[in-house]
T-cell receptor, first 113, second 110 residues
Framework: DGGITQSPKYLFRKEGQNVTLSCEQN?????MYWYRQDPGQGLRLIYY???????QKGDIAEGYSVSREKKESFPLTVTSAQKNPTAFYLCASRDTGGSQPQHFGDGTRLSIL | GQQVMQIPQYQHVQEGEDFTTYCNSSTTLSNIQWYKQRPGGHPVFLIQLVKSGEVKKQKRLTFQFGEAKKNSSLHITATQTTDVGTYFCAGHGGYNKLIFGAGTRLAVHP
């Protein structure tokens, strides 16, 4: 069954700690995205990648970092520089041919301890 | 930069009533996509509109794309409790990015 897998589902971060959220897809999609969603709010783009070994900052990249070493994987690190990390994080991917829809993972809920 | 505005932010209706959410872009869109996010879930793609003035239907849902391709609407006829969730519109912002509206949260009271 093709899809996007995010892990963990829930994550707790201590002050001053970096944490990494995993996103894996087996849809053979070139483009992958990370969004942040705050309660009752829309989706804000953190980072996106159109191809392996390449990625661009989105609207709220400060305090976050990503890597794209493999087509299937696009992990997001929430660094200690992100002072308000509590949110719902969604990973998405899409086929870059034409105007294809985005497919989302189930998300990771990150909270500060 | 390009913005996609969506109204209302929140609406609650009695089951059986109709519901409409509106989406407006600051620039002309090549296409617009609609997504639904159930409470606690992730956004799921509903439909894409491409042509000026296009109207598409999915059972009780009717999607419209404006003639100028700067606005769109989603109308649900005779809402059911299964319609509960947040509906997002999204337009392409270049470089394979989607610009999402803030969403309209729909509550349906039985």
């Amino acid at each position: 069954d093709g899809g996007i897998t995010q892990s963990p589902k829930y994550l707790f971060r201590k002050e001053g700690q970096n944490v990494t959220l995993s996103c894996e897809q087996n849809l053979n999609h070139d483009a992958m995205y990370w969004y942040r969603q705050d309660p009752g709010q829309g989706l804000r783009l953190i980072y996106y990648s159109q191809i392996v070994n390449d990625f661009q900052k989105g609207d709220i990249a400060e305090g976050y970092s990503v890597s794209r070493e493999k087509k299937e994987s696009f992990p997001l690190t929430v660094t200690s520089a992100q002072k308000n990390p509590t949110a719902f994080y969604l990973c998405a991917s899409r086929d870059t041919g034409g105007s294809q829809p985005q497919h989302f993972g189930d998300g990771t809920r990150l909270s500060i301890l | 930069g390009q913005q996609v505005m969506q109204i209302p932010q929140y609406q609650h209706v009695q089951e059986g009533e109709d519901f409409t959410t509106y989406c407006n872009s600051s620039t002309t869109l090549s296409n617009i996509q609609w997504y639904k996010q159930r409470p606690g879930g992730h956004p799921v793609f509903l439909i894409q509109l491409v042509k000026s003035g296009e109207v598409k239907k999915q059972k009780r849902l009717t999607f419209q794309f404006g003639e100028a391709k700067k606005n769109s609407s989603l109308h649900i006829t005779a809402t059911q409790t299964t319609d509960v969730g947040t509906y997002f519109c999204a337009g392409h912002g270049g470089y394979n990015k989607l610009i999402f509206g803030a969403g309209t949260r729909l509550a349906v009271h039985p």
